[in-house]
Nanobody, 127 residues
C-alpha cells in the first residue's frame, strides 16, 4: 500500500495557473501508473490525466487536453499536474491515485481500478 498526499490547490481566477503535487510514501513509486481525478459537488468522480510508470506515456481527458500537463519525478516519488488556462468548470476536489501495473504500457483512466488514493485538494476557479 502506498500513501499519497496532494498539495497545491487553492482559489484562483479564470485564466490563471496552478500546479498540484502528490507525494507518495510507503511503496515503490516506479511500480505505479499515477492518475489525477476530480470530483465536483453533485457529480461523479472523473478522469483528468494519467502517466505511466516511467513517465513516457500520458493520457488526458478531452476537457483538459492542451491545458493540463501531468509529469512525474520518480526520484522524488512525486507526480505533478500543471493546470493552465483554468476555467470555472475546473472547480473540483482533485485526487491523485496509484495503479499497480506490470507494464509501462498500462495506464488507465477508469478510477475504479485504482487502489490507493490521496485525501484530495480543493481547486476553485472564479469567473
Amino acid at each position: 500500500q502506498v500513501l499519497l498526499r496532494e498539495s497545491g490547490g487553492g482559489l484562483v481566477q479564470a485564466g490563471d495557473s496552478l500546479r498540484l503535487s502528490c507525494v507518495a510514501s510507503g511503496g515503490t513509486f516506479s511500480r505505479y501508473a499515477m492518475g489525477w481525478f476530480r470530483q465536483a459537488p453533485g457529480k461523479e468522480r472523473e478522469f483528468v490525466a494519467v502517466i505511466s510508470r516511467s513517465g513516457g506515456n500520458t493520457l488526458y481527458a478531452d476537457s483538459v487536453e492542451g491545458r493540463f500537463t501531468i509529469s512525474r519525478d520518480n526520484a522524488k516519488n512525486t507526480v505533478y499536474l500543471q493546470m493552465n488556462s483554468l476555467k470555472p468548470e475546473d472547480t473540483a476536489v482533485y485526487y491523485c491515485a496509484a495503479d499497480t501495473v506490470i507494464s509501462d504500457y498500462v495506464y488507465r483512466s477508469n478510477w475504479r481500478v485504482y487502489n490507493d488514493w490521496g485525501q484530495g485538494t480543493q481547486v476553485t476557479v472564479s469567473s
